[in-house]
């Protein structure tokens, strides 16, 4: 059986033992029955992945001592994700989706169309750990508190190139509006399910920063299309390239 991996909020102490916190240890421990001398693997976002021994269990508490590093840290992709929120559990699904995809940064943006103008952050950081644990990612997205569209355009770093997923893009291959970006940094921009309004949509074809791309003929659910549009930036400008 593979070995369970856990994110442990403070910066690993190799010289050290480390105190799981209460969610953890009564994972390990009542849920996964793993007692004194099982190993875990563990990551805290900065300093790679290490094996590491339970060196004591007690009902809800757990310690661990590190053994040695296994990985090394990977650095974060140049990948951000903006998105209008979600209803509960299509968000979930998405957030999860996008730190797999190795999405570096994530950012709720409220358009004229969001249901839900309200997210929980903590929520939302729960659901990109538990991505990354399961799916052996080491470093964590950093997530932003949500910003309106205006505010959101207006304060976005020009050197960045903002992918824009627009059903009636001129350019009918993505790959090929994509093919110009190569080298540079991106942020890719996921509308809510009713879509852009036409104001917003005139404002992003305005701005010499945005890409717009198409992803083909179907209409895709936003958490779908958060799926796609992420496979397409790791094939173009990302690190499927390597």
């Known amino acids: 059986m593979a070995m369970q991996r856990i994110f442990v909020a403070n910066k690993l102490d190799p010289d050290g033992e480390i105190a799981l916190d209460t969610a953890q240890a009564h994972y390990l421990l009542n849920v996964l029955r793993l007692s004194e001398g099982a190993e875990v693997l563990t990551f805290d976002g900065t300093s790679g992945e290490w094996r590491a021994k339970i060196v004591k269990a007690r009902k809800s508490a757990c310690t661990i001592r590190l053994m040695e590093k296994v990985r090394e840290q990977t650095a974060p992709t140049g990948i951000h994700y903006a998105f209008a ?143 796609a549009v992420l496979a397409l930036l790791n094939v173009t400008v990302g690190d499927w390239r390597r």
């Open 85 to 227: 929120p979600l209803k509960q559990a299509r968000l979930d699904y998405m957030v999860q989706k996008a730190v797999e995809m190795g999405a570096s940064l994530l950012q709720p943006v409220i358009t004229q169309h969001t249901a839900v103008p309200r997210l929980g952050a903590d929520r939302m950081k729960a659901n990109a750990i538990e991505a990354a644990e399961q799916c052996g990612v080491l470093t964590l997205p950093e997530i932003k508190a949500p910003v309106k569209f205006a505010a959101f355009l207006q304060a976005f770093d020009k050197d960045r190139a903002l992918v824009f997923c627009d059903e009636r893009a001129e350019v009918a291959s993505p790959l090929d509006a994509l093919s110009a970006l190569s080298g540079r940094k991106v942020t890719a921009l996921i509308g809510p399910e009713g879509g852009f309004s036409e104001n917003e949509r005139a404002d992003l074809l305005s701005r010499s920063f945005v890409c717009p791309i198409s992803l083909g003929p179907r209409i895709m659910r936003a958490d779908t299309a958060a799926v």
